[in-house]
């Protein structure tokens, strides 16, 4: 699961993903596992069960690691905005690679420089997937 939320109405919504993907029947495994938990006599409640769409953020250290070499849009809780591309993963933070164009050092012009930044989770304010198309 990667997110949960009750909001007004009991209406319940439940959000899962999984490192090899999420079917119809893993949601209606689950969607029927917690009907049987739940007491609708005492509390009437709307129960959904879905999985992650292609833009949902990215939330758990895994999800990041199933996705190492897609580009992803993030940005952090200072504000700073990045679109790079995913190169690796640690358990503190994660690492993002992007190109870019900056003038030459001498002389006019400009050249094309590698860069890099390591970026500690509980600095990420939004981290989502880059559609390509």
Known sequence: MIDFELSLGNKVNVTIDGDNGVTVDDCVQLSRSLENNLDRDSEDFSL???????????????????????????????????????KD??????????????????????????KSVKINYNDIDSARIKLVF
Do not use: F, M
């Open 89 to 114: 993963v640690s358990d503190q933070n994660i690492l993002l690679e992007w190109k870019t164009r900056e003038p030459k050092p001498i002389g006019k012009g400009k050249v094309t420089v590698q």
């Open 48 to 86: 959904e069960v879905s999985s992650a769409g292609a833009n949902t953020p990215l939330v758990h250290r895994r999800q990041y690691v199933k996705n190492i070499g897609r580009i992803l849009n993030l940005v952090t809780c200072d504000n700073e905005k990045y679109e790079a591309v995913l």
